[in-house]
């Protein structure tokens, strides 16, 4: 299993991104799915998360802004940003396993979002 996140980019404050995660394969029907991102010098945070029912959390900070989802067509996951802020940029890795509400079984390597004034 090798996720793979793709999407990220720098984007003016106020727009949207779409970033995506691929790689998962059996885990996509097994596992909850997960995004946490990193900013320079800070802990790697849980952003918003699904399970298989589905259910999705979200952190209070990206509530309303952020929507994350899944297609088994593709066995992608995806993490829709609208409304963009300066402090939402970082690194952001997707992550899948048992544990809810942050799977933490499975890591991505990461994509770079970058939010510019």
Avoid: H
Avoid at 63 to 86: D, H, P
Avoid at 93 to 107: E, F, I, L, N, S
Wanted: net charge positive; proline share 4%.
């Amino acid at each position: 299993v090798r996720l793979v996140e793709s999407g990220g980019g720098l984007v003016q404050a106020g727009g949207s991104l779409n970033i995506s995660c691929t790689g998962f394969g059996k885990y996509f029907r097994l596992d909850n799915l997960a995004w946490y991102r990193q900013p320079p010098g800070k802990q790697r945070a849980l952003v918003a998360a699904i399970s298989q029912i589905p259910t999705t959390y979200y952190a209070d900070s990206v509530k309303g802004r952020f929507t994350i989802s899944k297609v088994g067509a593709e066995n992608a996951l995806y993490l829709q940003m609208n409304n963009l802020k300066l402090e939402d940029s970082a690194m952001y890795y997707c992550a899948a396993g048992v544990q809810w509400p942050a799977p933490a079984t499975r890591w991505g390597q990461g994509t770079q979002v970058t939010v510019s004034s």
